[in-house]
């Protein structure tokens, strides 16, 4: 499982379950969240995360976040990975 296009940015505020706002070089860009669990111990303003730049031009949101730092840690947020993974594995049959 890979990620394209991923960028840094700063987490600035998370005002529902499926939005996030965060700065990426100073600008402010509304973001998609792939994670719809609270995540308050993670999301926390200022914070280091990682978004993934979509090619769909008819998406509300440019970016999805993905992962974000917590101390030396990056923590994947992607809820969705994991059965990803999963397929990956069976089709190639290394699980």
């Known amino acids: 499982m890979k990620y394209n296009k991923m ?8 005002p529902n379950r499926f939005v996030a706002y965060c700065e990426i070089d100073g600008e402010v860009e509304k973001v998609h969240v792939k994670n719809t669990g609270r995540c308050k111990e993670l ?10 730049e979509s090619d769909n031009p008819s998406r509300a949101t440019r970016y999805s976040l993905i992962a974000t730092k917590k101390g030396e840690r990056l923590i ?14 069976l089709k190639d049959k290394s699980l």
């Open 7 to 14: 960028i840094k940015a700063k987490f600035i505020e998370r």
């Open 43 to 52: 999301l926390i303003p200022g914070c280091e995360v990682y978004l993934e």
């Open 76 to 89: 994947n947020m992607d809820s969705q990975v994991t059965n990803k993974m999963v397929l990956e594995s």
